[in-house]
């Protein structure tokens, strides 16, 4: 392949992904350039003598297209959870633990409420539609490629650090906890339909809103939403389904997947991972992510422990007995032991204060105790 051909190919590309004259806007305009049905056009209050059937699709799309991924994926991971394949139970989730209760729920009564959630999305994505529609809807061209992929990664991390923080409330706030998040809770051993089985206030404010805002942040064009929501929705499936695929998209880029996300549904994890649904960098950040947060508790134990085993020997020395660790240690070398001993932990308690750690652990423990999880 000469340099020539290279060359033509990387422009060509260039252009298509900084160009919005693509397919999408080039050829469906006039494809479906008929008028829309009275009846269609007053429910979702199209302007008179509207003619653009495209648009209109592109709006039903966006309001329509996340409820029918999440039905169709989920009864799909439903019906293969109950065929016992070799090849996909090799990839469950263990959720035999001992202290692991069974879900306090019922899948029909799961259903029902994801059925009114979605109701509630629809209404108010449509809602949406009619307050974000331009006049003349043909002048709205849908965004060059690139810019599609940028609003979607900008988009994917403003609903992260909504729903990390709206969730991570939803927990150590005990009035919230027992009124609305406790709900998602009574599943302990998640599955695929789960995803959005919320109390209706979490599920609108949490979900909808919680997506809603990103995509009018960012001035999203209709089919650039419904891709969004959409992706959005089949993540929140998949981290509910039980199952942990090696080959899915999130653990190319991140651990935020269904294993993560499991550990947040039972026992003392309840209060770590609320990362969701793309990344993890807020349980990072703030010490929320369950292995590291396990790992410092550990360390700390270890470093309290040290400094209780020192003490008791100090004490022992004073009363004038004799112990075999400082039998070969005179005076002057305990007494550096000790002091450096006691620097290390100061040290270490320092860096521990700085980052809060050790203050979020304490209160943490203290919340287990009060909620008896």
């Given at each position: ?45 199209l302007p008179p003598g509207s003619p653009s ?123 919230l906890y027992r009124m609305f998040h406790s ?186 105790k009060r909620i008896k999880l």
């Amino acid at each position: 392949m000469s340099l020539d051909t290279i060359a033509n190919v990387t422009e060509s590309v260039q252009s298509w992904l900084l160009s919005d004259d693509h397919w999408v806007n080039r050829g469906s305009r006039k494809l479906y350039s008929f008028p829309v049905h009275p009846f269609a056009a007053k429910v979702l209050m199209l302007p008179p003598g509207s003619p653009s059937v495209s648009f209109l699709i592109s709006e039903l799309c966006m309001i329509f297209a996340p409820v029918a991924f999440y039905w169709l994926y989920s009864t799909f991971l439903f019906v293969l959870s109950h065929m016992n394949l070799t090849m996909v139970e090799i990839h469950r989730i263990p959720t035999n633990q001992a202290m692991r209760t069974p879900n306090k729920v019922t899948v029909r009564k799961v259903l029902y409420a994801v059925a009114l959630q979605h109701i509630v999305q629809s209404i108010t994505a449509l809602v949406i539609v009619v307050i974000t529609r331009p006049e003349n809807v043909e002048d709205w061209k849908m965004e060059s490629p690139l810019l599609v992929v940028v609003k979607l990664g900008v988009a994917s991390v403003l609903l992260d650090t909504y729903q990390y923080w709206m969730h991570r409330w939803a927990h150590t706030n005990r009035t919230l906890y027992r009124m609305f998040h406790s709900v998602h809770h009574e599943l302990t051993v998640p599955f695929a339909f789960g995803a959005l089985y919320n109390h209706p206030v979490e599920g609108f404010v949490m979900d909808t809103i919680g997506s809603g805002v990103p995509s009018l942040l960012l001035n999203m064009h209709p089919w650039t939403s419904a891709l969004f929501y959409s992706i959005a929705t089949l993540k929140t499936v998949d981290d509910h389904c039980g199952y942990s695929w090696p080959w899915s998209p999130a653990a190319l880029f991140n651990s935020n997947g269904a294993a993560y996300h499991d550990i947040h549904h039972w026992g003392k994890g309840r209060m770590y991972n609320f990362s969701q649904p793309f990344y993890t960098f807020w349980d990072h950040l703030m010490g929320t992510e369950y292995d590291s947060a396990m790992a410092r508790k550990k360390l700390l134990r270890e470093k309290l422990e040290a400094l209780d085993g020192v003490k008791r020997e100090s004490d022992t020395d004073e009363t004038g007995s004799v112990s075999s660790v400082t039998t070969s240690l005179t005076k002057e070398e305990q007494a550096a032991t000790n002091a450096a001993n006691s620097a290390k932990l100061n040290k270490f308690v320092a860096e521990e204060s700085l980052r809060h750690r050790k203050s979020r652990i304490l209160r943490v423990d203290n919340f287990h105790k009060r909620i008896k999880l």
